[in-house]
């Protein structure tokens, strides 16, 4: 059994088979899922597990060559965005690159969710608290 980090082994296992350029949306519980992307729902009760907790968690195993945000959270949700942008910069330092972050529409934001590798469901319940995260390279 893993003793840390990611416990949730169909996440790990997503997370191990990403190749360079594949995404991972993390998302909140109202983000439309089709039938043919991987769905790794870790969506409990209202709010558990949090986005940010998932955001976190997730890109302590990912190397994140950049990410895509729906252009409605700069003023739907502020303080998320916030938040996210903090720890991408904390990324960026700790990893030694730079992630370069795109805003789509909303609705251009579930389209391209839909060539993701996975998409993770958190138990989030604040407006578009969504991300998409797309693989790079260590090297």
């Known amino acids: 059994m893993k003793k840390n980090t990611i416990l949730?082994?169909?996440?790990?296992?997503?997370?191990?088979?990403l190749g360079h350029t594949d995404m991972v949306t993390i998302c909140d519980a109202g983000l439309p899922i089709p039938e043919f992307v991987e769905r790794i729902d870790l969506?409990?009760?209202?709010?558990?597990?949090r986005f940010l907790d998932t955001l976190y968690a997730t890109t302590s195993e990912m190397f994140v060559?950049?990410?895509i945000l729906a252009e409605?959270?700069?003023?739907?949700n502020p303080q998320i965005l916030t938040a996210?942008?903090?720890h991408l910069n904390k990324l960026e330092k700790a990893q030694g690159n730079h992630i370069p972050v795109e805003y789509l529409s909303h609705?251009?934001?579930k389209k391209l969710s839909h060539e993701s590798k996975a998409?993770?469901?958190?138990?989030e319940c604040s407006p578009y608290a969504n991300v998409i995260l797309v693989s790079g390279v260590p090297f």
């Open 84 to 86: 996210l942008l903090a």
């Open 107 to 109: 609705e251009d934001f």
């Open 8 to 17: 949730n082994a169909q996440l790990s296992h997503a997370i191990a088979t």
């Open 72 to 76: 409605e959270i700069k003023q739907k």
């Open 43 to 49: 969506a409990l009760t209202q709010g558990v597990p």
């Open 119 to 123: 998409i993770v469901r958190s138990g």
């Open 65 to 67: 060559e950049r990410a």
